[in-house]
């Protein structure tokens, strides 16, 4: 299939013949028109989406999803940057069954622990860096960010700097969607609604060497990006920064992969000015990157790390903050009641799902996989996509990749010519993609990719091939409305 451009069309034809028989196929538009009646989506235009409907997934196997009317995608987002061993992991279901037969649920307020979340904290502090040896249970990433604003003003409360709340973040980062998760993260359009960001939230410019990095090369533009830290720090007032939070890739954002340099300059300033640093690792960890945690690939130290999605590679959900020994000392010996959780934190069904992940990451050496043989074999597959005529520019990190569309391709990558944004260039492509089993995400006109980390390497080579027969559809498509 790798050498043949027209091969995926094929293939997904007779996928289709071939799996019908194991997927049951069901009355769709009845679906779409019950969802169109009751049910509000995430991030989604309401009446745009009630005028198409919306697609049906109603199986996962691998790295592979089948909807409603029979069609199989290869999922290339892992559903949504999380689902890191892949689908029907029966083992993950039996835990849970076990648990929900065992303990379904008790709370964690009034003094009161269970098995799974007493053995999952210890688990994570057994895989995470050595500073880490307490964990405090969300229901998300964004709960565990929304913790994180608490935490860090509470353990400066207590050390008597009162004033010392802002925490600096960067544009077009992702920090959830809550009030205090959406304030953290840069995304402007999430800014403007609901009056965001709230006080004591300020943002300095993202690490993107494409857009901001013409005439230097990359570790230049590394250390200058730092550098507006530093700058920040100094416009707020060092005794009035609590701390810096940032996502080691930007995965939202569009997979921004900063270079070499620019985390361990900005772990030199957190430590220059002592604020404190917090790693938003719901996406990059739990062997995204190819360790445990990216922090450990990037050189920084943090004091705080936001974890979700991998950590039961979301077949429930589950969230929290590992909280480093600077903060969870003084929050342990000095802090009195933290007055803060949430009715979910360390649910049992949850921390047994994540057990079960955990051990499955383990055995079949996920991380290493990633590190080692297919992270470094899908970069390298990944990076042809840049000989295609759309493709200005290609990179990847682990199990993130992304590309971006142009108009006209240069030698020199600042001087290609991207489409106007109005054209929406990267949402015709994804419309490609999605019509021939392909899951892959647009960021404007850039397309993005974190598949699950089961992916074999014949599987990477069918991704990349399903990839590039999607760019020839969106070049013709384009070719013909005359935007080429």
């Not at 013949?17 to 969802?35: N, S």
Request: charged share 20%.
């Amino acid at each position: 299939m790798a050498n043949n451009p027209l091969a995926p069309g094929a293939a997904l034809v007779a996928s289709v013949k071939e799996d019908a028989a194991r997927t049951q196929l069901y009355d769709t538009a009845a679906i779409q028109q019950m969802d169109s009646a009751h049910y509000l989506h995430p991030f989604t235009d309401f009446k745009a989406l009630n005028a198409d409907g919306a697609r049906v997934m109603v199986r996962g196997d691998g790295i592979y999803l089948w909807d409603s009317q029979g069609r199989k995608s290869l999922d290339g987002m892992s559903g949504l940057w999380c689902v890191n061993v892949g689908y029907g992991r029966t083992r993950i279901s039996e835990a849970v069954y076990r648990q929900m037969e065992t303990l379904p649920f008790y709370n964690s307020f009034f003094n009161t622990t269970n098995l799974p979340a007493a053995q999952l904290a210890a688990k994570l502090a057994e895989i995470s860096p050595p500073q880490f040896k307490h964990v405090f249970f969300a229901g998300s990433g964004s709960e565990g960010n929304d913790t994180n604003l608490r935490m860090v003003r509470r353990y400066w409360d207590i050390l008597g700097y009162k004033e010392r709340h802002t925490v600096i973040s960067r544009e077009n980062a992702y920090h959830g969607s809550t009030v205090a998760g959406a304030s953290l993260g840069g995304m402007t359009g999430m800014h403007a609604q609901g009056g965001l960001p709230i006080p004591g939230i300020v943002h300095i410019g993202q690490p993107n060497y494409v857009e901001s990095g013409r005439g230097m090369s990359e570790d230049e533009f590394g250390l200058l990006a730092a550098s507006w830290l530093e700058q920040k720090i100094l416009e707020v007032g060092a005794d009035k920064v609590a701390a810096f939070i940032g996502e080691p890739v930007q995965g939202a954002g569009g997979v921004v992969i900063p270079p070499a340099t620019y985390w361990p300059e900005i772990q030199r300033i957190c430590d220059k000015y002592g604020i404190l640093l917090i790693a938003d690792e719901v996406i990059c960890g739990f062997g995204r990157l190819g360790k445990w945690f990216a922090c450990e690939l990037f050189g920084m130290r943090p004091d705080l790390i936001t974890f979700a999605k991998g950590v039961t590679s979301g077949y429930v959900p589950l969230g929290g903050v590992l909280v480093g020994d600077r903060v969870a000392d003084v929050l342990i010996e000095r802090g009195g009641e933290f007055a803060h959780g949430f009715t979910y934190s360390g649910h049992p069904v949850a921390c047994a799902a994540a057990l079960e992940n955990i051990r499955i990451i383990e055995e079949e050496q996920l991380v290493q996989r990633v590190a080692e043989d297919t992270g470094p074999y899908l970069k390298q597959r990944f990076a042809t996509l840049g000989e295609h005529p759309l493709v200005g520019y290609t990179d990847s990190c682990g199990f993130v990749a992304g590309l971006n569309l142009v108009r006209e391709k240069s030698s020199v990558v600042h001087d290609n010519v991207s489409f106007d944004a109005a054209l929406a260039v990267g949402m015709v492509c994804r419309g490609h993609m999605f019509n021939n089993g392909m899951i892959m995400r647009a960021v404007g006109d850039r397309m993005i990719i974190a598949p699950p980390l089961v992916m074999t390497r014949a599987q990477i080579d069918e991704m990349v091939a399903l990839i590039r027969h999607c760019l020839d559809l969106t070049l013709a498509d384009l070719q013909r409305r005359g935007w080429v």
